[in-house]
Antibody, heavy 119, light 107 residues
Framework: EVQLVQSGAEVKKPGESLKISCKGSGHRLNNYWIGWVRQMPGKGLEWMGIIYLGDSDTRYSPSFQGQVTIFADKSISTAYLQWSSLKASDTAMYYC????????????WGQGTLVTVSS | EIVLTQSPDFQSVTPKEKVTITCRASQSIGSSLHWYQQKPDQSPKVIIKYASQSLSGVPSRFSGSGSGTDFTLTINSLEAEDAATYYCHQSSSLPHTFGQGTKLEIK
């Protein structure tokens, strides 16, 4: 069964760094794009960026460029989303989702990782 | 960046009603428009891809239409389990974008 398994919920303080993960289970992600989607509390879905696990080709939304880093380790079918200095406004649920090509839909989604940033 | 505008933002409907949600793109995106359903405390799930293509496991009461800039998601004979927020998503050009969402409440 195809699954994307995300790392667990995190509680951090402003200024701290964080890396969350998304691992393919039941299949290898090497020939897929993995996108990251933010959902702030009570709000809609925001497309953050996407990475092709085969060669780590990465594209960002201008809204998130420079705010986060997306990278991957294809040897373990895992994509990551990283912050170097969290802000309270980064508090949100973060989803990873799989895409076959850059023009296709997201076909499988992770369960989400809740990130809470509070002093 | 392509902006997707959905309407309405919220709709309260009774079971067995027919529901229509629209998604308008700020520029032509061909048929690269997908619809997702997100129930409370769940991850989104794709229900229509490429504007009108149905998906295995999705009830046949869900259908999509449109191309270019105007798209429609139709739910025929609404059921209580369809209470959710629905989002459109364009994959025509980077960055991809989502509509703001349409919340369906079942009376």
């Amino acid at each position: 069964e195809v699954q994307l398994v995300q790392s667990g919920a995190e509680v951090k303080k402003p200024g701290e760094s964080l890396k969350i993960s998304c691992k393919g289970s039941g299949h290898r992600l090497n020939n897929y794009w993995i996108g990251w989607v933010r959902q702030m509390p009570g709000k809609g879905l925001e497309w953050m960026g996407i990475i092709y696990l085969g060669d780590s080709d990465t594209r960002y939304s201008p809204s998130f460029q420079g705010q986060v880093t997306i990278f991957a380790d294809k040897s373990i079918s895992t994509a990551y989303l990283q912050w170097s200095s969290l802000k309270a406004s980064d508090t949100a649920m973060y989803y990873c989702a799989r895409m076959a090509t850059l023009t296709s839909n997201f076909d499988y989604w992770g369960q989400g990782t809740l990130v809470t940033v509070s002093s | 960046e392509i902006v997707l505008t959905q309407s309405p933002d919220f709709q309260s409907v009774t079971p067995k009603e027919k529901v229509t949600i629209t998604c308008r793109a700020s520029q032509s995106i061909g048929s690269s428009l997908h619809w997702y359903q997100q129930k409370p405390d769940q991850s989104p799930k794709v229900i229509i891809k490429y504007a009108s293509q149905s998906l295995s496991g999705v009830p046949s009461r869900f259908s999509g239409s449109g191309s270019g800039t105007d798209f429609t998601l139709t739910i025929n004979s609404l059921e209580a389990e369809d209470a959710a927020t629905y989002y459109c998503h364009q994959s025509s050009s980077l960055p991809h974008t989502f509509g703001q969402g349409t919340k369906l409440e079942i009376k």
